[in-house]
Nanobody, 120 residues
Framework: QVQLVESGGGLVQPGGSLRLSCAAS????????MGWYRQAPGKQRELVAG???????NYGDSVKGRFTISRDNAKNTVYLQMNSLKPEDTAVYYC??????????????WGQGTQVTVSS
């Protein structure tokens, strides 16, 4: 099992930026596929972005061109840079660790979640 600790959420105005971080422990980080999902009130959890152990990246359609996922295997950390934030990006963001990059399927180990609120 992989332990995940997210940080970096908060309140930001529309058009602003935030960077989320997720520190992982308990496994060989470089072998793990890492992702970010989000869940807004009353909605299903959805993929934001995923990065495989080999560096292949997938984004959810609503964040393409605005968000960037990256990983630092030396620091056992995955990042989510969020730019041009919109009110509809408001959600709890969850870090995810798994073996397998079928990002349409929600499974694996999860962090506790970090709240992102986009509001003026």
């Amino acid at each position: 099992q992989v332990q995940l600790v997210e940080s970096g959420g908060g309140l930001v105005q529309p058009g602003g930026s935030l960077r989320l971080s997720c520190a992982a422990s308990g496994s060989i980080f470089s072998l793990i596929d890492m992702g970010w999902y989000r869940q807004a009130p009353g909605k299903q959890r959805e993929l934001v972005a995923g990065i495989s152990s080999g560096g292949m990246i997938n984004y959810g359609d609503s964040v393409k061109g605005r968000f960037t996922i990256s990983r630092d295997n030396a620091k056992n950390t995955v990042y989510l840079q969020m730019n041009s934030l919109k009110p509809e990006d408001t959600a709890v963001y969850y870090c995810n660790a798994r073996y397998g990059s079928n990002w349409s399927v929600s499974y694996g180990d999860w962090g506790q979640g970090t709240q992102v609120t986009v509001s003026s």
